[in-house]
Structures are given as C-alpha cells and as structure tokens.
C-alpha cells in the first residue's frame, strides 16, 4: 500500500467538496458523506504511512530469471529487525493469464530461516525448477509470509 496516493486522494476530495459545494434536494447529507469519505482515506492513508515505516521497503536480488531445468537463487534483503527465531514461507509460482483469471501451471514451497545483514534481516531465495514444465506467456510471482517460529 502506497500511502502517497490515499493522501493525494483525500486531499483532492477535500478540495472538490470545498471547491464545488452541493446544492439541492440532499446537498448537506452529500456534504457529509463526503466529510466521511476524506475522514476514511485520511484514515487509510495514517496507517498506510505506519505501516511503511514499521515494514520498510525489501529488495529481491536475484542470480538471473527463473528458467525450467535451472534453479531460481537469490535473497530478498529486508529492513526488518526481527528475532532470528522467526522464520518465513516462500512460493515460488507461474501461472498461465487467461480472461476471466489466472491458473498456477506450477509452484513450490520452501521454508527458510533469515539471517542477519547490515540493514536488516535477509531471506535466501533457493528454488528447483523441474525442466518439463510449459512456462509459456507465464506469469511468476514469488510470495513472502511469515510464519510462527516452532515451540
């Protein structure tokens, strides 16, 4: 979430409610649902900015793109300053895009344990991509969660 744009919205609602006052039949229940509306996005964006300050920005750095019969190596260098004992669930996916949406031709998982870098924490990024798989017009993605660190 990007709280630049949900500032740059409420602030341009605010200023066409200001600028371009209602009249008519429901003109004062129109202004306030748009007071309720500049309030929301102010809202989101308040938390948007938070959260991008508590998360930080993370970069995957990769060995080249990911190709059937090779693997997939990189990191994903973070800003976060968790405990080593935290770990996370990467899935490494591609899909075929089709009209209505998209469908996984292929994916798999892995679980890795960060290390500690200059910045932040760092997650290995180590991938088998089996050869007989069709990765035509496919779309990859790569998806990060944290999971809860074993007992």
């Not at 609602?13 to 004062?28: C, F, K, Q, S």
């Not at 309030?39 to 989101?44: E, F, P, R, S, Y």
């Not at 900015?49 to 995957?60: A, F, H, N, R």
């Not at 899935?91 to 344990?113: C, D, K, N, P």
Request: net charge neutral; with cysteine; glycine share 8%.
């Amino acid at each position: 979430m990007q709280p630049g744009c949900f500032w740059a919205l409420a602030a341009g609602w605010a200023v066409l409610t200001w600028a371009v006052p209602e009249t008519g039949i429901l003109a004062r229940e129109k202004f306030w649902v748009n007071v309720a509306v500049v309030t929301a996005n102010v809202l989101i964006a308040i938390y948007a900015t938070i959260e991008q300050k508590v998360v930080g920005d993370s970069t995957l750095v990769v060995d080249g793109l990911p190709e059937p019969g090779h693997g997939f190596r990189g990191k994903i260098e973070t800003t976060l300053n968790n405990e080593r004992t935290s770990r996370f669930k990467l899935r490494l996916q591609v899909g075929r895009r089709s009209r209505r949406m998209s469908s996984t031709s292929w994916q798999s998982e892995a679980i890795v344990q960060p290390i500690r870098g200059e910045k932040g924490l760092i997650l290995p990024v180590d991938f088998s991509i089996p050869a007989g798989i069709d990765v035509a017009d496919g779309l990859w993605s790569l998806v990060v969660r944290e999971t809860p660190p074993e007992q």
